[in-house]
């Protein structure tokens, strides 16, 4: 039964009985292994995972076979991630001619990884070698493999009818690419909680925390690879939190918003594919002179990271790199104090430290 599930998984043949979210759409990735894999075993293809929000595709992930040394945030395993073509990373690619894609959203998602990376993508008719083929089978599965896979040539995606948002198909790329899911990362547990009581039976392993991470780059809320606050809930209630109640906010606004990477998603990518040591060959240089975490982009200018400015990014604006994305007047309340609006209506949002609550007095108001 089970090595029916994986075939018909495969060839995007989902059972009615599995998990279903309120926007009726299935999610699942495969996991590579590239020069770990077992040739005994079976290709681990994921079960299909409800999501809840409408672009953040969440998946399965079967992390059993991975050995210890495997990094689970930058896919750096031999063979994982794709080799350059002409001195650039290059994956190559194709349409199946069969499946009716939406080949818009598809390259609306391609062009928006090109336009922030150094990675090429080319479509071919070369089915020789390996490359991305963009297909569909329900309409409601999204579905890629993680990185790059030695035993394979055609590298499926699956974009379902309901999977054509840009953040869907940059996230499926993302993937493709080596990006694995941001809320399983080793250090998870300073920002976020899990509230296992809330996940669905048979859910748990969605949240297993991975122990070998690359953190050199920091933490990111608004990551497209990041799940959704209530992502295979069973009660309609949080099984993700955030540690800093002012942080719940992130994840619930990039969820609500159609938007690609993150800056730290696209360093994550430079970094992988070393796109900075790439340009700066191209751009004559010996060094990066960007700072404050900033990088040297493709038009030899740096790409400041936010809150800084400056033809090297030298000048700092502001420290909170989530500033653009929280309220204007989101605080955590631990003492009495006065709090005035003065540029009604930007909603207020007041939180309060665990095993407190707010106690509000109206001095003055207007209906």
């Not at 075993?41 to 992930?61: D, I, Q, T």
């Not at 296992?196 to 933490?219: P, T």
């Not at 992988?272 to 751009?283: G, P, R």
Request: glycine share 4%; with cysteine; proline share 3%.
């Amino acid at each position: 039964k089970e090595k029916e599930k994986e075939e018909k998984a495969e060839e995007g043949e989902l059972e009615e009985e599995e998990d279903k979210d309120e926007e009726g759409m299935y999610f699942g990735d495969w996991e590579t292994y590239n020069n770990y894999q077992n040739s005994s075993m079976p290709m681990p293809v994921s079960r299909y995972g409800a999501h809840h929000a409408k672009w953040k595709a969440n998946m399965h992930e079967n992390t059993s076979y991975l050995p210890d040394d495997v990094s689970r945030k930058e896919t750096l395993r031999i063979g994982a991630l794709w080799p350059d073509v002409n001195g650039w990373p290059t994956l190559y690619y194709a349409f199946d001619e069969f499946a009716n894609v939406n080949r818009p959203s598809v390259m609306r998602g391609i062009d928006h990884i090109m336009e922030h990376t150094c990675v090429k993508f080319l479509e071919t008719t070369n089915f020789k070698q390996k490359y991305q083929l963009f297909t569909k089978g329900n309409d409601n599965v999204c579905q890629a493999y993680i990185g790059r896979y030695q035993q394979i040539t055609a590298h499926k995606i699956y974009i379902g009818k309901t999977c054509t948002s840009l953040g869907v198909v940059v996230h499926e790329l993302c993937h493709a690419l080596g990006l694995h899911h941001e809320h399983q990362r080793y250090d998870r547990d300073d920002h976020l909680h899990i509230n296992l009581q809330n996940v669905k039976d048979g859910r748990d392993s969605e949240f297993i925390k991975q122990e070998d991470v690359d953190l050199s780059i920091k933490f990111d809320f608004t990551s497209i690879m990041h799940y959704s606050l209530k992502v295979f809930t069973k009660n309609n209630k949080k099984t993700i939190i955030t540690r800093n109640p002012l942080d719940l906010q992130l994840i619930d606004r990039m969820t609500s918003q159609i938007k690609g990477l993150t800056y730290r998603d696209k360093i994550l990518i430079n970094r992988m594919y070393k796109c900075t040591d790439k340009w700066l060959v191209q751009c004559n240089r010996s060094s990066d002179p960007c700072e404050n975490d900033s990088y040297l982009g493709a038009n030899c200018k740096c790409v400041c990271s936010p809150g800084t400015t400056g033809k090297y990014c030298s000048d700092v604006v502001y420290t909170d790199y989530y500033a653009e994305f929280r309220r204007g007047y989101d605080e955590i309340i631990t003492t009495s104090k006065i709090i005035s609006t003065p540029e009604y209506p930007i909603r207020v949002t007041i939180e309060t430290t665990i095993n407190h609550f707010n106690l509000v007095t109206y001095e003055n108001f207007k209906v």
